[in-house]
């Protein structure tokens, strides 16, 4: 799993840089790469900076988490370490679709310096259930703020909305039923088994045996809640802190182009409607669509004059930017383990 994500780097960065060519050249009206120079000089440059600061702050929380519950196991790391395994899974989660490839990488490094599977394993799905939590309650609270804005309107980014929250809330239900429930656990697994029972799949053992690991971790991650309270309660307020910092450069955005009339929570719970409603979507970065979800949005805070110069500052502070400091850390990081691992593969083919 791991070789072929490594693999498909190549591959997944042609895919990407085509979407970015295309949201930017054909979805965004009248964009020009000349906007992107005259949105940097129309905002305050300062403001600007600590929206990029603000990302790697959001890198650095979750870099917190996994220092903790790596502690917890006994393992002595330090902060810049796992610094380093969450800008490699967010690069990761941007390159691939739906995020998928940033937690089976983050294992990868972390057994690259002796952390058991089952270990970071464990870790990645607490952290990643107390981020689902966080992100689809802020989300509920941004729909509920946004309800008269959102049935005005008509159309495709409508009902790309309404089936973000209903996805991302279904999922927050199968994480939490999954780790909570035990019959729940039994009977997810009796309709996997008949469903690979049924349908014509070669190697059905293996696929049985990977449901099965699937399930066990959620079981352990309620053991682990259940013996750990106190610092799944220190993650839960960490990652509250994690995403509101990503959801502040919106507003830090909004002020650096000089508007101060929208109160800070509803521009924070807003970008929080916007960010869930695109990110179960099947596309590296949600690129595209989160530009157009911008422009949809948004126009509730920016008029059309400005609403361009808004979009290129916001996605380039909380993605792209962070994106390529990312791309840059990891390859500097783990390049030459990793490349060196694929030379041997080659040899020993």
């Keep these: 799993m791991n070789n072929k994500i490594i693999k498909n780097v190549p591959r997944n960065i042609i895919i ?21 120079f005259k949105a940097i000089k129309n905002a305050d440059g ?50 691939t ?9 983050q294992v990868f490094i972390m057994k690259k310096d002796n ?3 089952s270990h970071s394993s464990l870790i990645l799905m607490i952290e990643l259930c107390v981020y689902q939590f966080v992100t689809v309650i802020m989300a509920v609270i941004g729909f509920y703020y946004n309800y008269d804005y959102i049935f005005s309107k008509k159309g495709l980014n409508v009902w790309i909305i309404y089936l973000g929250i209903f996805i991302n809330l279904l999922i927050f239900l ?23 029972n049924k349908l014509p799949l070669s ?12 399930l066990d971790d959620y079981r352990n991650s309620s053991i682990f809640i259940k013996k750990n309270k106190k610092l799944v309660s220190i993650i839960l307020l960490t990652t509250t802190i994690q995403v509101t910092v990503l959801y502040t450069i919106s507003y830090i955005v909004y002020r650096s182009l000089g508007f101060n009339n929208i109160a800070y929570y509803r521009i924070i719970f807003l970008q929080a409607l916007a960010y869930v409603s695109v990110s179960s979507l099947p596309l590296p970065g949600a690129i595209g669509v989160s530009e157009k979800l911008f422009q949809f949005l948004f126009l509730s805070v920016y008029n059309k004059d400005v609403i361009t110069d808004a979009l290129v500052l916001t996605r380039g502070a909380n993605f792209y930017v962070l994106f390529a400091i990312s791309a840059l850390i990891f390859f500097v990081s783990f390049g030459e383990y990793i490349f060196k691992q694929k030379k041997e593969e080659v040899k020993n083919v």
């Design 16 to 36: 990407m840089a085509l979407l970015i060519f295309i949201t930017f050249k054909y979805l965004i009206t009248g964009f020009t790469s000349k906007d992107i």
């Design 46 to 95: 300062k403001l600007l900076v600590f929206s990029i600061v603000l990302s790697i702050i959001y890198i650095l929380c979750e870099a917190f988490n996994t220092k903790n519950m790596l502690k917890s196991y006994g393992y002595k790391t330090d902060i810049f370490r796992t610094a380093m395994y969450a800008f490699s899974g967010y690069f990761f989660s941007g390159l």
């Design 97 to 105: 679709p739906s995020a998928t490839g940033g937690q089976p990488m």
């Design 115 to 117: 952390i058991k599977i």
């Design 174 to 196: 199968f994480i939490v039923f999954a780790i909570f429930s035990g019959r729940f656990i039994k009977f997810i697994r009796r309709i996997a088994f008949f469903a690979i």
């Design 203 to 214: 190697e059905k053992d293996d696929k049985k045996n990977m449901i099965n690991k699937g």
